[in-house]
């Protein structure tokens, strides 16, 4: 998942992404009733793995070769046996023989064939089709100048799929357990036609649970144990009930009257609860920055932005410790760079790729350090002022709080220094930072899987994603050769992308503000729930009630 380019979206898709604790009505058994009641702050947009925005979730119901597992590791899932050859660049699974689709279907290899081919044809409008990238003819499929039937997969036999790839890919066998990869039922897609994925009942699933009373508008849906998943013995939920909660009051006075088990916080909510002992914290690999536009439409904005020293100063002028944990108060981490904490460690120190990517004066506070760039930046730009507007979604309350706060922070530091802020509804920022609308943009990106490639990829010259248009030789040639040249030797490739990261931090093309953490009331009886920090970020699998 996980991507997000606006404030708006993230509580939205994190929320459907949430779903954690519960509390279970004791019932004349020995066993309590196995349901979770969770909350979600919007609804479902869509249940057709190949145009969802998110898989927070959606590894609970689709399943891949492989699932995500404790604390990031790849998990077995459909496939029981793999191959990978010498080169490293051909894959062979064989699926399991009691694999079945929640119809009773046995699930093939020709569904992962037809899976891949249906989400890389440009009619699906898949926003995720650049994960393909170095699978074999991926690129020029994504580039639409080849067919998607010409991507690197086929079926041997009924049970047998072969991947190809142009290049060994260090982080290939966790992208398998992204559900974006997980098969799809092409008998099933022509039998309902139009009616595929609009409703729960027009969809089959292939994961630990399948998706019921969801009617694509709903408020409330359930995700219901699925009898015929290969591993069904291990599942011991039998329902999880969601209910759509927009405001996270109410959703404190649901969880207080118990009607849920799980409730969001907001930052005040944090203050009052952090020493409750259902009081709990879970971290995500999201890290929320300003975007510069190197390409603004105005000649005397787009000169400013493009300076190096007035960039720095605008990063070292911000307090990171005090905007998480007095602005924020939520438990929001103080970044290092680009690239989050906790994703990724050293293949042969073991140390966080967050510590080794960080450069002194570069994302730490430092009032005097960025008071002299400013003045060089004037200098070099012959003004005495500059002003700027900040563009962000105002779907999420803290966006008006981090703008509120960069305002004063940078005004306050920095003389001549004049902030606009124009918070916008998510959808029209979204559009706006598309479309290079803006002077700085408060943005997010979260990490699709457990890899620092997964947010280097963003500042790349060639990404669509790169909204600001920033773009470096030097930058480029690094990250390709961590994909190419260094693809198949582990510290070699870390090396590269620890000198892209440096260079990011150094030139301040993209300034992080802080990586964020959400806060919830959970109720202590759940047991077993794996939580991720990138990509499928929450599995039920193993979950039960005590």
Known sequence: MNRWTSLGLVTAVVALGVGLAACGKSTTSAQPKQ????????????????????????????????????????????????????DQKTWTFHIRDNAKWSNGDKITAKDFVYSWRRTLTPATKSTYTYLFSGIKNGDQIIAGKMSPDK????????????????????????????????????????????????????????????????????????????????????????????????????????????????????????????NDSEFKEYPYSIMIHLKYNFKDTDATKRAALS????????????????????????????PTGFVTSGLAK???????????QAVKNTTTYNPTLAKQKWQKALKQLGTKEVKLSVLAGNDDPMASTVTQYLKGQLEKTLPGFKLNIQNVPAQVAQQRSQSGDFDLYLSHWGAD????????????????????????KTYDQLIAKAQNQDAATPEKRWQDMVQAAKLLNTEQSFTPLYQADYAYLQRSTVKGVIHNTAGTQWSYKYAYIK
Do not use: C
């Open 151 to 274: 991507i690197g997969i086929h079926a041997k036999n009924q049970q047998t799929v072969v991947v190809q790839l142009t290049k060994p890919m260090a982080y290939f066998k966790i992208l398998m357990a992204y559900p974006l990869f997980a098969p799809q039922n092409e008998k099933v897609v022509k039998q309902y036609g139009k009616k595929y994925a609009t409703k729960s009942q027009y969809m089959v699933y292939s994961g630990p649970f399948k998706i019921e009373n969801w009617k694509g508008t709903s408020n409330t849906w359930s995700f219901v144990k699925n009898n015929d998943y290969w591993d069904n013995k291990v599942v011991k939920l039998h329902k999880i009930n969601y209910q759509v909660v927009t405001n996270q009051q109410t959703g404190l006075g649901l969880y207080q009257n118990k009607k849920l088990d799980l409730a969001q916080l907001t930052n005040e909510q944090v203050k009052n609860y952090k």
């Open 346 to 356: 050293d293949p042969k120190t073991g140390e966080d790729f967050a510590k080794q």
């Open 35 to 86: 349901v979770l009641k969770l909350p979600a702050t919007a609804q479902l947009d869509t249940i057709d793995l190949a145009k969802a925005t998110g898989y927070g979730q959606t590894g609970n119901v689709f399943e891949s070769f492989y699932r995500l597992g404790k604390d990031g590791k790849v998990a077995p899932g459909l496939a029981d046996k793999v191959q990978e050859s010498k």
């Open 307 to 334: 300076n190096r020293n007035l960039r720095q100063a605008i990063a070292l002028s911000i307090n990171r410790k005090q905007l998480t944990k007095k602005v924020l108060g939520d438990g929001s981490v103080t």
């Open 449 to 472: 899987f457990n890899d620092p490639i997964s947010f280097m990829q963003i500042p790349l010259s060639s990404n669509s994603l790169n909204y600001g248009k920033w773009s470096s």
